[in-house]
């Protein structure tokens, strides 16, 4: 099992930055690719960045692309995810998620929520205009 605790969320204006958290715990060598996602109310839950914990590649999608970066901790098992320039379209709550990919080309945004079997209980981002 692997567990996942997020943190970092809060309340920011439009143009404001935050970073979030997502620490590991547990047989974490199951799991080498993490993704953070977010779920707007009343929307589908869509993949953000993802990275491969051995290679350290990553992927974004695009509507983030230059405004949110992936960072690993590799003696804490903590991947950071550091938004800067945010917009009230990125009001969502976050989560970060693992999996056990064979190949670090296989971490993408493509893969959705369904992919993943370790979850994370979420944390807040609100972007005021």
């Known amino acids: 099992q692997v567990q996942l605790v997020e943190s970092g969320g809060g309340s920011v204006q439009t143009g404001g930055s935050l970073k979030l958290s997502c620490a590991g715990s547990?047989?974490?060598?199951?799991?080498?690719?993490v993704g953070w996602f977010r779920q707007a109310p009343g929307k589908g839950r869509e993949a953000v960045a993802t990275?491969?914990?051995?290679?350290?590649?990553?992927d974004y999608v695009d509507s983030v692309k230059g405004r949110f970066t992936l960072s690993l901790d590799s003696a804490t098992n903590t991947v950071y995810l550091h938004m800067t320039n945010l917009k009230p379209e990125d009001t969502a709550m976050y989560y970060c998620?693992?999996?056990?990919?064979?190949?670090?080309?296989?971490?993408?945004?493509?893969?959705?929520?369904?992919?993943?079997?370790?979850w994370g209980q979420g944390t807040q981002v609100t972007v005021s205009s």
């Open positions: 547990g047989n974490t060598y199951n799991s080498n690719c």
């Open positions: 990275i491969h914990t051995g290679a350290e590649n990553t």
């Open positions: 998620a693992a999996r056990l990919v064979l190949e670090s080309f296989e971490c993408t945004v493509v893969d959705g929520e369904y992919d993943y079997k370790y």
